[in-house]
């Protein structure tokens, strides 16, 4: 199977009752700002590039922004900060995703989720979370060809991301490795192939960037730390 094939199989998931019709339920309500909208409101697959370095994983799609979209981080806030910062690396073509045939590029870098489907008030349950797990296991397993860093944004992005990350190859130390936003730490491969350098960094979400916990710069710095460390 390949990248694709996964990202079309994926779309069709509905193993989380609570999820599958919380984004379907706000596919049928729409915000008002977006009635015209035909939203997605199914599972959202990763989106980049399938011979990718550097890996993003986020937390879960917005009920409004990939959720309507289809496109990981598109059409929110959340993904208004990242695709900038992206984009003033060099990382993207373009500093803003609004929709699916936007223009929007990326060089080298998949964005992706622990959680595919949006969650009510942001926050998937753990067994959630555990439910949607093989389906990042799977992709950052077919990513492992060129994988060489990967960005976890958020602790719960980061806790999630470790035994997706074990799974598909490379040794997480134990005690495992606590989340902090600049935090590095190195995998070494289980399986023959390369190592992987997982970076943790605050979560783009509205709140951390309003507040200030999470500025531009910060972003930008452990982006491109972590674009480095892929070779980018
Ligand atoms: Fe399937 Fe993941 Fe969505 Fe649950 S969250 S329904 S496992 S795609």
């Known amino acids: 199977p390949d990248l694709a094939a996964l990202d079309a199989r994926v779309t069709g998931c509905r193993a989380c009752p609570r999820l599958v019709e919380w984004r379907e339920e706000a596919a049928r309500t729409k915000r008002s700002a977006f009635r015209e909208w035909d939203y997605w409101g199914r ?73 595919r489907c949006a969650p009510p008030a942001n926050r998937p349950s753990v067994g959630e979370r555990d439910t949607c797990r093989p389906w990042l296991e799977r992709e950052l397993r077919l990513l492992r060809p060129t994988a060489r860093a990967v960005v976890a944004l958020g602790g719960f992005g980061w806790l999630a991301a470790l035994p997706a990350l074990e799974a598909a190859g490379w040794t997480v130390p134990r005690p495992r490795p606590a989340f902090g936003h600049g935090a590095q730490v190195e995998l070494p491969a289980a399986e023959p192939g390369a190592p992987v350098r997982l970076f943790g960094c605050y979560h783009v979400s509205q709140r951390n960037v309003f507040t200030g916990l999470l500025t531009p710069e910060m972003l930008r710095t452990v982006l491109g730390a972590a674009a480095r460390a892929a070779g980018l």
């Open 43 to 115: 599972p959202v697959p990763g989106f980049g590039p399938a011979d990718a370095a550097l890996v993003i994983t986020g937390l879960a799609p917005a009920a409004h922004g990939a959720n309507r979209t289809g496109r990981m981080f598109t059409g929110d806030r959340s993904g208004d900060v990242l695709y900038a910062a992206l984009y003033a690396l060099g990382l993207a073509s373009q500093p803003t995703a609004t929709r699916p045939g936007d223009g929007l590029e990326l060089y080298g870098v998949r964005v992706t989720a622990p959680v």
